[in-house]
């Protein structure tokens, strides 16, 4: 039987989410009850205007999507510490030095130091000129249940709000490696207070399955929160291996 390893609670004062696929909410909604909605739209790129261009040009797609979910909730809940969350990272940079050091044996290095994996997270301080608390994680499938768990000990430390940024850039088609890809990229922007609207319980059990055959676990559980925020379920179950999480809304 699996036991109970946490359980956590906490409202949301406010989330956004912004992806390549998505212009509005209202594709967003269309996409939550039937997720084949995102594969016919073309490509899209927030156009980031309270930021001048010199700036946005530095941006990856996940900085950029960042900046677009995440800059007026951060701007209506200032002085939250951020705890940022990505299992890509800046995956698909990092393979673009790769072709440059090939090609001509040298690498920028601004494109290199902006290809570590809290970059994102670096560059958003910097551009909202904010010195608060920061936490980068490198996550795996269950990233932003990570996330949260992190926000919410911020929360149980004395902090009054936590600004929780999941994003993930899936390495393009292009590059024939094996991996496993999100189906588009995003990023999701959340502010968590002190509350019980949202319940998380971490379960785990010691009968792990058996690697052979299994498929790649999906670690864009981030898109999966926004389904959830959007149906208006009042709880969802995902399993990675010998864990399983519990998402509730209470009340």
Known sequence: MPSIICRFHFDIAAWR?????????????????????ADGLPDVRPELPFLPAMQRRRLSKAARLVCDAAWDIASAHPGSPVVYASHDGEMARSFDLWLELLKSHTVSPTSFGLSVHNATAGQWSILRQDMSEQTALAVCADGVETALAEAASLLEEGCGSV????????LPEGYAVSA???????????????????????????????????????????????RFLLNGSRECRRVYRNREWLWQRNG
């Open 180 to 226: 496993t890809r999100a189906p588009f990229a995003y990023a999701l922007a959340m502010v968590l207070t002190k509350g019980t609207r949202y319940s998380l319980t971490l379960s785990a059990s010691d009968d792990m399955p058996s690697e052979a055959g299994m498929l790649p676990e999906a670690y864009w559980s981030g898109l999966e929160w926004v």
């Open 163 to 170: 600004l929780v940024l999941a994003a993930d850039d899936p």
């Open 17 to 37: 989410v912004s992806g390549s696929k998505m212009r509005d909410m209202a594709q967003w909604a269309k996409w939550a009850e039937c997720p084949d909605f």
